[in-house]
Each structure stands twice: as C-alpha cells, then as structure tokens.
C-alpha cells in the first residue's frame, strides 16, 4: 500500500472510519474535502487549529450548546441547521450581535458520508443565511456503539449593542410578557418524525435564526429586560427560570398563547402540554409596560413574529410562581416539569 | 409525588438520569448543585443561556475540541483537565491570551455522578490555576448505549497580542524547529492505562496550559512564525502540516528528540514510533534563524519547557518533505501516518 495514497471520500456509500478521527492525513481529507469547502470562509481557510478573526471591541458575549436530536432529519430541519440557529439564538438574547461560531463533531464510526454531508450543508447554508460563519472547528470519531451516528456541539460569540443590558434576573412587577408566535412545534415535529406518526396536517420544526428579529427589538428602543428562548422545557420552564432567577410572579391568559392546530391536536392525542414542549425559533420578551404594545407591533412587523402577542404580566410575589388564567377562565399553577420531559429534543 | 421535590444529588451512589438533561428542573439542580459551585464565577452565576463578559478590544482568537479520551481517568490527567488545558493551548498556540472557557458535556444514562463530579472537580482546578474561567456551559443526556459515559466540547477565545502574527504558513527555509520536550508522554499514558498495561516506571501524561511558556516566549521578542501542540498524530504529523501550510521542507535531527526512557520502551513493545504520538503538554516553535538560541534559553528557563532542544531546519522544498537524519545517521522520511493511529487519545 502507497502510504500516500487517499481514497476519494465517496459521498454515496462511503461510512465514517475510525481513522477520520486519528488527526492524521485522513482526518485533513475530511476536513478539506467537506468541511472547509462547505463552511468556506478565510478564516477556516487557514487551516490552524483556531482562528484569528479581525478586531473587535465592546462587550464580549459567549455562548454554547452540544446538539444531539434524534432523529437527525425532521420536517423544517435536522441538527445542522438546529445547532446553528439555536447557539446563535443564545447570543442574539444577550441582546448581542452574533459574529463567529465553531462547531465539533463527535462521529460514530459506521455513520453515512452522505448523512454527514447533509447535515454539513445544511449547517452551511444556515450560517451563510444568518450571515455568521464557522470560523472553526475539531472532528473526533468514536468506535460503533459509543455514539449515536452525530453529535455537534456550537459555539457563538458576538458583542453585546452598546447600552444594552438584558438578564433573566430583571423583570420587574408590571412588566409585560411577549411571545414571538405559537407554541410546542418544534418538539412535535422532532417527535412526530421519531415515532413514526402522521397527523392530517404536516408538523414542521420553527427552527430559525433570531438575531434579526432581536436587532428590530432593540432597535425600537423598547424597556426590554429579559429575552430568552423557549426551548427544551418550553415556554412553561422558561417563564420560570426567569420568575425563579428575578424573584418575580407571573399571571399568564392562556387564550392569548397561540398553538398551531396540527400541534395541539398531536400534543392531546399523546398527552403533553404544549407549554412544555420545545421551540427553537420563538423567543419570549420581557419589557416595560408603557412600551409593551409599541414592541408588539415591532415584532408583528417582522417575518419571524407575525403572530406575537402579549400573553402575561409580571406579578410581585417572592415565591416565584407561575399562575395562569385558563381558558375557561380558572386559575392554575404552570409549575416546573419535574418529571419526564421529551428526550434529545435539540 | 411532590412535584416542587427534587432528590438531592446523591454523589456516592447516584447516576445520570434521561431527566437530567431534560432542560427542566432536574437539569436545573445538577447546574446549580455541580457545574455553578465547582466553576464558581460571576458570569456563569447570572444564570443566563449565555455569558455577557467585560469589554474587550483587539484580534479575536476561538478554538474549539471535543474530548472523547477513553479511559477517562489516566496517570497524570483526566478528561476533565485535558479538556481545559487542550482548548487553551489551541489558543496560545496563536500567540493570544486565553481568556474565556465554555464547556458542553454530553452524558450517557447511568454515567456515575461520583465519576461527573471528579471530573467537574479536576476542570475546576484546571481552570483556576490557568487563570481561564468557565463562563458558560450546556448539559445533554442521551440514552445508555448511545454515549460512552462523557463527552466534554470545550471552546475557549482570547486576544491576539499586538504585533504578534503566528500561522501554520509562515515558516521559511532557514528557520530553526524547536521542541518543548521529550515526546509521547501523553499518548502512552492513555494507552497503557486503557490496556491495562503496567511498566516497570509509570508513564504520566504531560498534560498541562502553556500559555505561561507561550507568554514568555513572546516577551522575548524572538521571530517567530509557527507554534503548534503536537497532539493527535503526534510531532510527525504536526511537523507534516506546517510543510504543507507553508510549502516547505524540514530536516529533523533525532538524537535531539527526547524521549522518556518508560514512553521508548513501550513504544519498542508495542511498536509504535513515538513520533506519531500524542502530546498534551508540549509545543513546537518555528523561529527565525537569529533568534534560536535566545529562545530556546527562555524556554528552558521554563518549567514546562526544561528539556527543549533545536529538533531541526526548515528547508526549501515545495514537495513538504519532513526528513530526518537518525540516530544511525541515516536518512529517512517522516511521512503522515496514513494507517490507523491510537483512537481516543484526546
């Protein structure tokens, strides 16, 4: 054998060899051949292992997450696309711009090239949407049976607008809670496609990137204090994280929290409350009240929020619940979920 | 059952559970009872998706590696300080100052939460005493069988210091190579404790932050071109990428290549060229001829960096040939290692 010789990566029934992850010249093949021509940009074009980016100044803002959906592929996305959007939908509720994401791949060995190829595609092209590229990233394979075909993991930095302060500690009594749109579909379409059910209309994931939507808000010069995403937990265990983190109540109009109607009717056949099923590309948004309806209509003018609306208030009570005003007009409490939640979900 | 009872986390007995990385409140108590107390700091004590960090200008620098090391634990290290030390030498290793960590860990079902808190504990201290904090992190968990106990993303970014350019391309004919020390420390380690391989003296990996090496190296004011860790694949495959970034050739000298007596000889048995194995401690600097000496003076003058030696030249050579006079004073190649290489080293 011609130790110089490389196979082609054959993208049609080529699998994933432990050697892909050995740091040697197949470990560069792959990343050559895939990853640096479908994440092409100067930066990873370099090809040291991290980037040197241009100067910047102001307030750093940092965030990450490992993805591990399963299934990998889902009506609306797959965990390319997902891990893109939902990191730098982490950043973009610092009230930050996001500037640059890495990405690392665990790879179970025995995993489709063409399978790896999509998803890197489809990662690609949801940076270049966002206009944030992969400025770098690390590749490690991981014997059969000690993975489970991909894992990526994200990472975003951006810098804070200047004179921006957001933090899941600031709501106050009074303020207004906003949401971006309905609920629970991202959950349901992950879940639906894993088991394998079919509901008369189609479920698909909201997964999107939100920075332009933020910049809007921001750009309105709205009382924002809080932004956050609702994803794993969903709304529910978001709402009282933030409760929880401020030191606030809140007293939420369940008539006021639209639910597309393929999710519900899904959500009632298996028994889950949309409350609590994930979403990755709605945010909620905390403000002060005399600015609350002018940020609506900031936010209903915007592609990704059409359907905002303003589903609750902030309540001074030190114990940090949740209360909800129902639809038939009773009061309950939207606890934590302390039981069982939808696994790899995001 | 109480739904607002959350078990304590039992660190002698208990293990992972699917909930844990639910994103719900038992996810909640793990962050707070383990990640936030064990990398205590501000930033991650906000309790947000993301860190806001102080203000910064300048070059910005991001590394990103996932750490899939089997066994976890090993002499000298484990996949918590490895995980620490590693992301921070990839920033180094681009003449910056690491200044931030973030930390995503995917944890298999049933991964002992005796075992997630000794690593925890060994980030912990891996951050602290290389002055880097872990500002902001992610939890998943995936079923047993899916994972293989723990796996750690850690993405670290810093400032390029001013005046300083350091690239894989930079290195001219004329140049000297320089190696921090003896070679293969950390690759044997893993390996001897995977195979359960005893010697008759331990072999301790060289895992450890150089960027205080890197700092002194750069007050020196040597020309330098290239720094690089030579981890996966080892000095060989390192030296292999720099000639093919900057279209050079090397000529090495391998009586000036230390090598451990307990690493030689376990690479004898096993037949393994320590070359091509894993370091996680050491650096290679490419250097202007002028400077070598001066620079290797700094280096020794360090205690990570005792035993450094001129290992070699930089030569003209648009093929990127690394050759190596032997100890034999023979002539031989150092090629890629395009066969299988040790596979979960880091």
């Known amino acids: 054998m011609n130790i110089n010789y490389i196979r082609p990566l054959d993208f049609k029934n080529g699998r994933i060899e432990m050697q892909h992850g050995s740091g040697g010249r197949v470990t560069a093949h792959l990343i050559n051949e895939l990853f640096a021509k479908a ?6 074009a370099e090809g040291n292992d991290g980037a040197v980016l241009p100067p910047v100044s102001g307030r750093l803002v ?25 990191t730098i939908n982490d950043v ?11 990405a690392a791949f665990i790879l179970e060995e025995g995993f489709l090239l063409s399978d790896l190829k999509r998803i890197v595609e489809s990662m690609a092209h949801a940076a270049q949407e966002a206009g944030v590229p992969i400025v770098t990233g690390d590749t490690k394979v991981v014997e059969q049976g000690k993975g489970d075909g991909i894992f990526i993991t994200t990472t975003a930095v951006g810098m804070v607008r200047d004179g921006i302060t957001l933090s899941g500690n600031l709501a106050q009594a009074g303020d207004k809670i906003l949401l971006s749109g309905p609920v629970g579909d991202h959950g349901m379409a992950v879940l639906s496609q894993r088991e394998n059910l079919s509901f008369d209309a189609p479920i698909v994931s909201d997964t999107a990137a939100l920075h332009g939507l933020v910049s809007a808000m ?5 009382g924002l204090r809080v932004l956050r995403d609702p994803t794993r937990g969903g709304v529910a265990t978001t709402l009282n994280e933030i409760a929880q983190q401020s030191g606030v109540g809140m007293l939420l109009n369940e008539a006021a929290i639209a639910i597309n109607k393929p999710v519900e009717a899904a959500c009632e056949f298996l028994g889950l409350d949309p409350l609590y099923v994930a979403n990755e590309g709605k945010l909620i948004a905390i403000c002060a009240p005399e600015d609350a309806v002018r940020l609506l209509a900031v936010m209903r003018a915007h592609p990704l929020a059409r359907d905002a609306a303003i589903i609750g208030e902030v309540l001074a009570d030190s114990h940090g ?5 129902t639809r038939l007009g009773g009061r309950r409490i939207v606890d934590w979920l302390a039981g069982e939640q939808l696994p790899r979900i995001c």
Do not use: C, E, K, R
Not at 67 to 85: K, Q, R, T
Not at 92 to 102: E, N
């Open 92 to 102: 973009a509720m610092m009230g930050a711009v996001p500037l640059y994401l890495s």
């Open 62 to 86: 940092m965030s990450t997450d490992s993805h591990v959906v399963s299934p990998l592929f889902f009506a609306g996305g797959d965990i390319g696309s997902l891990s893109v959007h939902g």
């Open 321 to 325: 619940f949740v209360q909800m005003i």
């Open 218 to 222: 921001l750009d309105s010069g709205a």
């Open 39 to 44: 994440f092409d940009n100067p930066y990873l």
